[in-house]
Each structure stands twice: as C-alpha cells, then as structure tokens.
C-alpha cells in the first residue's frame, strides 16, 4: 500500500517535471490568426504571457489549411526564445468539425511541439476520451503537452466537474496535462440567447462557476474576451472584475491590451507573501534533508512549488 503510494507520487512528480511550461503564469492569452504571418512574426516580438496560434474561429473557413499549414511552418523553425519564459500554443477547431484531426496532427508532428494544445468547445467528457488517444498516438516520445479546455455553451457548463474530473484521470495515464480552463463567453452567450450588457450581468453566474471548478482542479482560470479593444479603460475595469472574482488570466485579441490585462493579473500581496513564505519553507526542509513538508497545513506538492515560484517570478514584475 505505501509501495503503491510512494510510486504514484514519484510517477506524478517525474511527469510535472517533464510538462513544458507547466502553470506558467498565464495573464495574457493573445489569440494570433494562424493564416496571419505578418500578425505571428509580430507575436513573437511581444512581451506576453501566451500566444495561441488560431485555427479556430479567427481563421475564415476558406483559410483552415493556410492556418494550419503557416503554423506548422513556425514550429518546425522553433519556438523564439525571449528573456522571459511564455507560453506558445496552438488552438485547434472543435472537436464535432471536420478540422480538428488534420490540426492536431499538423502541430503535433512539427520538429517542435508547441508546449500547449487549446481545446475549443469541449461540451462533455467523451470528447476528451477522444482527444486523449488522439495525443496518445500523436506524441512519439517522452515529451507530454498542456491541454487547456474551453467552456462555452449551457451543456458545457452542466457537464463542467465530469469534463475535470475525466480530464484529470485520462492526463495520469496519456502525453497531457490539464492545465486550465477558459471562458468562451461570445459563444456562451450566443448558445444560451443572452445580450450583451457593459455590466456582464447576464452571465455572472457562468463566470463564477468557471472559476470555482477551475480552483477546485487546481487549475487556471482564464477569463473572457473583450472585444473592444480600443476601450481600453472598459478592459482594465472588466480585468479587475475578472481578478477578483478569482481569475488567473484573461483572452486578449489585440497587442494593446497586453499591458493592461498583465499588469492586473499581477499577485496580490497576500499572494506574494505566501508564495515567499512556501519557497523559504522549502528550503530550510531541503537543509534539513526532509523531502515531503505541510506548509499552512497543506502537504505541498510539485505543482503547489511551481506556481509559488511563478507567483515569485511575476511579483519582481510589479513595480
Ligand atoms: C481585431 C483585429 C482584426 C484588428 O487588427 P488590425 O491589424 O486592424 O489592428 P491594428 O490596430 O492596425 O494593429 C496594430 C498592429 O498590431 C498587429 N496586430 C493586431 N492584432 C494582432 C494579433 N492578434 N496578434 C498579433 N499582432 C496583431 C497588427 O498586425 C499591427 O501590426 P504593425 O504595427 O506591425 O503593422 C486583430 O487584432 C485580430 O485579428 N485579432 C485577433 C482576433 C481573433 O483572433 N479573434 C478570435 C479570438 S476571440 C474568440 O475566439 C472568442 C471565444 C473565446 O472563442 C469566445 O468567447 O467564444
Ligand atoms: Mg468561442
């Protein structure tokens, strides 16, 4: 029984160190059409968080196999290195589309992976039982991808804890990990009938109950679009609202809103001081030549490490 536990342990810790950019901070989430050189060049020459090289509902559908084919292209050269880690990503089409096949295996056969894959439109679990052999069959070698699952229909959102929980089991055993969840709130509303308000009233409800699922999988919450992206007052003021509901990161469409939605995902102070706190804990357990350690009554794991020390990277960036 210890055997089994210590060995599930190890298993777990061996596979977080091998996830590329596993719970890098994710403020900024820029979509960059895929059919779009000039836009990807551009991408690479800013400073955010994570790119998402779109194959979905940026790209016209006369345009899937030129975005699927640019991107392809920009993998093989490899990913530009920059003096501060970020996350490239690719988002395929949905899963019910005659797309999604050729995307996945056109990024996932390039000379280099891209560190994540971003699942549009996930409504209920057997859709990642797909993806998951999909990946499985895909990746050759050692090397294991993030996943990050979009939430954005009525049926989505009933199903929400079955899609995380099966997601968590099926990355234990296949080539992913599940490493967020983003609220897909232009088709949410366009699913359920709502009309859009400056408030977001009408879907205050979605919105919280991603967070809480996300929180409750240990995973990052990104929040939604806004769409006018020359209001740039309007998107600080729905940056902030999102960060305090709970949100890690937010979806951004244009290079202008980079700054703004960075600047407010940045940790609180509370954040800081118990990141802080976790990593000077840490080492004097090391010195002490002690492996597992509770901090605030807390066993604290691999992925718990990394995201204190994230929380410690991106505090040096507040001013
Ligand atoms: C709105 C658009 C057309 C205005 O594009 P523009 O070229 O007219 O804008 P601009 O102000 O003239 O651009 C200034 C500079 O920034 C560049 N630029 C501008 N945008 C980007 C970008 N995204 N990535 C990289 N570079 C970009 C642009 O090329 C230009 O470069 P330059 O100064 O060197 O000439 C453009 O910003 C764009 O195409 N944005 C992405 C739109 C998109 O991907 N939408 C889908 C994602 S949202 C979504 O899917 C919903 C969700 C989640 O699913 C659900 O809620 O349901
Ligand atoms: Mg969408």
Redesign the pocket.
């Known amino acids: 029984m210890i055997y089994k536990t210590v060995l599930k342990k190890l298993q777990l810790y061996l596979k977080s160190a091998f996830v590329r950019n596993y719970n890098v901070p994710r403020r900024a989430l ?4 895929g059919d779009d050189s ?2 990807i060049k ?2 690479f020459t800013l400073d955010v968080d994570c790119i998402a090289l ?1 194959c ?3 790209v016209a559908v006369n345009k899937k196999k030129e975005a699927r084919e640019t991107i392809r292209s920009y993998l093989d050269l490899g990913k530009p290195q920059r003096n501060i880690e970020y996350d490239l990503g690719v988002r395929i089409n949905a899963l019910d589309t005659e797309y999604w096949e050729e995307d996945l295996e056109s990024c996932l056969s390039a000379k280099y992976l891209p560190d994540t894959i971003l699942i ?1 439109k996930v409504e209920n679990s057997d859709i990642v039982r797909q993806l998951s052999s999909k990946i499985k069959n895909l990746i050759k070698t050692d090397s294991t991808i993030n996943v990050i699952i ?1 939430i ?1 229909s009525a049926k989505a959102f009933l199903n929400l804890v079955d899609i995380c929980q099966v997601t968590e089991s099926l990355s234990k055993n296949s080539k992913f990990q599940h490493v967020g969840l ?1 609220f ?5 509303c366009a699913n359920i009938g709502a009309t859009r308000t400056e408030s977001s009233l009408e879907i205050l409800y979605a919105r919280q109950k991603l967070v809480l699922v996300a929180k409750a999988f240990n995973l990052q919450a990104i929040d ?2 806004y769409i006018k ?1 020359k209001d740039l007052d309007g998107l600080k003021q729905q940056c902030e609202d999102g960060m305090r509901m709970g949100y890690t990161g937010k ?1 951004v ?4 809103q980079v700054p703004i939605v960075q600047e407010a995902f940045l940790p609180t102070q509370l954040q800081i001081e118990w990141a802080t706190g976790l990593l000077k804990s840490f080492h004097k357990h090391q010195k002490d030549g002690k492996g597992a350690f509770t901090y605030k009554g807390t066993m604290i794991d691999m992925p718990t490490m990394k995201q204190a020390e994230n929380i410690v990277k991106l505090a040096k960036l507040k001013k």
Do not use: C, L, T
Request: glycine letters at 10%; proline letters at 10%.
């Open positions: 820029m979509y960059v059409p000039k836009k551009k991408s779109d979905e509902d940026g549009p979009y954005e983003v897909g709130s232009d088709d949410f939604m679009v992206y979806q469409i244009h290079p202008g």
